[in-house]
């Protein structure tokens, strides 16, 4: 069983940073795939990154790819997530997901994932 808890969403201007962290609970969380989704108004919920369970191997959506950093400290039992050049389009709420034995193929797919956060809202301004 894994809890996890998102902060540090808010209210950026275009071109501003944000840094989200998810903070889990559980003796497990090494052994579980980690990654970032957002869903804005409207819209299905979209993969944003993810990191494997040894913290070596990162993926990205193309949307975000060389702008956002996603890493894991599994002492800490945190992942955050460093968004740079934030747009308008990136606006949305940004949830914490935790897999077990999520194949790399489909770590980009929602429901592969066992435990998600609250989510937390990031508001991009124009």
């Known amino acids: 069983q894994v809890q996890l808890v998102e902060s540090g969403g808010g209210l950026v201007q275009d071109g501003g940073s944000l840094r989200l962290s998810c903070a889990a609970s559980?003796?497990?969380?090494?052994?579980?795939?980690l990654a970032w989704f957002r869903q804005a108004p409207g819209k299905e919920r979209e993969f944003v990154a993810s990191i494997d369970r040894t913290g070596i191997h990162t993926y990205y959506a193309d949307s975000v790819a060389g702008r956002f950093t996603i890493a894991r400290d599994n002492a800490a039992n945190m992942v955050p997530l460093q968004m740079d050049s934030l747009k308008p389009e990136d606006t949305g709420v940004y949830y914490c997901?935790?897999?077990?034995?999520?194949?790399?193929?489909?770590?980009?797919?929602?429901?592969?994932?066992?435990?998600w956060g609250q989510g937390t809202q990031v508001t991009v301004s124009s």
């Open positions: 997901a935790a897999g077990n034995a999520v194949p790399e193929i489909q770590k980009d797919v929602p429901a592969r994932y066992d435990y």
């Open positions: 559980g003796s497990t969380f090494s052994t579980y795939r």
